[in-house]
Structure formats: structure tokens, C-alpha cells
């Protein structure tokens, strides 16, 4: 559920019942997109506490709350002023604070500088000692993306038949500086960025770092759940996001398998849903784009994501549900 700020309390009431009738047993609440907080935080500007709404709300329909965040965009005003070196570099050496890819919103932190890891493992850690919470929910955990699906590509008009200088991120002064340390080169004098073993692995290394060093033990040392968005893959989402999340040591996944941006159907669902679960041994929850899918081929899909051994589905987001997606829903609630 994405914020809302002109929803009243009744609104939301409703929304929150009608997820419970749908069968639902969790939402993931977006509680801070990169630019703003919807809880009471310390750390970040604050729009309104819409968690402080909907925490009693859930509880009261035996839902649980996993705290939805942002990780690496950032649009916070102190910290674009003061730490413009926390945010990621591309091969031409051009920060995504100044330069964005693809999107506006694409400004990118650092996710192996040490300062960068310590900012968001303190907001994990202060949503953590809510206590209401379930859980802490990371979107954006990665790199800017090397490479878009296919459908995005048409979207934007982009010829993306290799990584391109301009997409290819991880070069901050920093990392470039701890990189050619160990050994011994510019990363920005590797001619094949993407056939240098080490140069590939260390930028893996500084997401997958961050997870488990910082904000993994940052949920649990409050006793809460921690799970990520992530890539199809992981070995597409290596290649795609520099995501190496194989190697997470997260509670549970949720791979987002949108398969219109991949011009795929259901099928590709349950093989990168089957992928998924051999790559983690932990619960998997197939992530199901909503918006413009009918309710029998959504329900086709939730089929494909449990044949391939999905724990369940996360459906993104409630705000495209309709009439017709939430009367399924009902149905196979009662019915499966």
C-alpha cells in the first residue's frame, strides 16, 4: 500500500478490510519513498503519520504491518546539500545526484560507503523499535539498473544491447579508491567492465555487504522480520542491478516477476519463482504487478508462482486492485 495522504481514516478502514477478506495475511506500508517519512521519525522529514493510522486498524483485522522503505534513492533535502559524495557514480563519471538515470528520482546513493550503510541501517533501526511492527520491508536495495526489461526499454526508447558507460554504476571516488587498494587499477581503466571477475564481484559485494553486515542485524536486533524487492533471478539480477541477493541473509524474498515488463507470461513466472526458491531456501513470495492484468490472468499467475514453490504471492499495489481482482481474490480465499 503506497501513502496516500488525501485518504481519511474510514478510507483506509476500508481498504485494510478488504485486503483481510481477500485472504491477505500481511501489508507492506509504504513508510518512506526517499524524500519523506509517514511515521514519526527523527532521522528523516516527516509528511504525516499515516503508520500511526493504520497500525490499530490492522491489528484489529489480524493484519500484520511490515514497514515498506526506500534504501537507496534518496531526495532528502540535508543530505543532497551536505553529502553529495554519498551518491553513486557511473563509468563517465557523472553522480546520480547531478545526473539520474532514466528517471528523475533515480538519485542514487552509495550503497558501499560506510557513511551511506550507517544513514539507512539507523532508519531500519528506528522503524525496528516500533513494536507494532511485523517487519522491515527494502525496496531499491541495489544499483541503478544496468540494464531495463525489455518493455521499459521500448518505453523510453533505449537501445540497451550491452551495458552502456552511462548505466553501469558503482565508480564513486570512494569505491574506485578502496577498489584499485586491493588491486591495483582504476575500475575506470578496465576495458570489460562486465567480463572483470573481481571488478563485477566487488560491486555485488557492496549491496550484499550492506544487507547483511548493517541492516539484517539492524531488524533483528529488535526481533523483527527483514525482506526485500528484488530482481528475477538472481543471476538475471546481477547482470541487471548488480543484485546479488543469492547471497542475502534476508528472512524472506520477493522477487518482483512483472512479467509484462518482460514481455513473458505466466509460465516465466513459476521457472523464476522455481529459481528463486532452489537460490534461497527460504520463503519466497512471487511479486505480481497488478495494474492492467484481468482478474482470471491474475489468478492464472498466483497458480504458475505456487507451482513453482512460492510461500505466496505479494501483489503490487492494492491501490490498482478493482472490483473484479478483489472478487477473486475472495473467492480463493475461501475456496484454496
Not at 531495463?148 to 552511462?166: C, T
Not at 495494474?291 to 501483489?315: D, F, Q, Y
Request: charged content about 25%.
Amino acid at each position: 500500500m503506497t501513502a496516500e495522504p488525501g485518504k481519511s481514516r474510514s478510507q483506509w478502514q476500508d481498504a485494510l478490510g478488504r485486503a483481510a477478506e481477500a485472504g491477505m495475511e500481511a501489508i507492506l506500508l509504504e513508510v518512506y519513498d526517499g524524500r519523506h517519512a509517514y511515521y514519526p521519525s527523527e532521522l528523516l522529514p516527516v509528511s504525516f503519520d499515516l503508520l500511526g493510522t493504520i497500525l490499530p486498524l490492522a491489528a484489529s483485522l489480524g493484519l500484520e504491518v511490515h514497514a515498506w522503505m526506500w534504501c537507496m534513492p534518496c531526495m532528502v533535502d540535508e543530505i543532497m546539500k551536505l553529502h553529495p559524495d554519498w551518491y553513486n557514480v557511473n563509468a563517465r563519471g557523472e553522480s546520480a545526484l547531478d545526473r539520474p538515470a532514466y528517471v528523475a528520482y533515480y538519485k542514487f546513493l552509495d550503497p558501499g560507503r560506510p557513511e551511506v550503510r550507517e544513514w539507512v541501517r539507523k532508519i531500519v533501526l528506528e522503524l525496528a523499535q516500533i513494536a507494532e511492527l511485523a517487519g522491515i520491508h527494502l525496496d531499491y536495495i541495489r544499483h541503478p539498473d544496468a540494464v531495463l526489461p525489455s518493455a521499459l526499454r521500448q518505453k523510453y526508447g533505449l537501445v540497451q544491447d550491452r551495458v552502456y558507460p552511462q548505466f553501469d554504476y558503482g565508480y564513486s571516488d570512494y569505491e574506485r579508491g578502496e577498489f584499485k587498494r586491493e588491486y591495483g587499477i582504476d575500475p575506470l581503466n578496465i576495458l570489460d567492465p562486465e567480463s572483470h571477475r573481481e571488478w563485477m564481484q566487488y560491486r555485488f559485494d557492496m549491496v550484499t555487504g550492506m544487507v547483511n553486515e548493517y541492516l539484517v542485524p539492524a531488524a533483528h536486533s529488535r526481533g523483527k522480520s527483514i525482506t526485500a524487492a528484488v530482481f528475477p533471478g538472481p543471476a538475471m539480477a546481477r547482470k541487471m542491478v548488480r543484485q546479488d541477493w543469492g547471497r542475502w541473509n534476508l528472512d524472506a524474498f520477493l522477487p518482483m516477476l512483472y512479467q509484462d515488463f518482460y514481455s513473458e507470461g505466466s509460465e516465466w513466472v513459476r521457472r523464476r519463482t522455481e529459481e528463486a526458491v532452489l537460490a534461497v531456501r527460504k520463503p519466497v513470495y512471487s511479486g505480481l504487478y497488478v495494474h492492467g492484468i484481468s482478474a482470471p490472468a491474475l489468478r492464472e499467475t498466483m497458480k504458475m508462482a505456487m507451482r513453482g514453490g512460492a510461500s505466496g504471492v505479494s501483489l503490487f499495489t492494492t491501490d490498482d486492485m478493482n472490483s473484479q481482482r478483489w472478487s477473486m481474490l475472495r473467492e480463493v480465499a475461501k475456496r484454496d
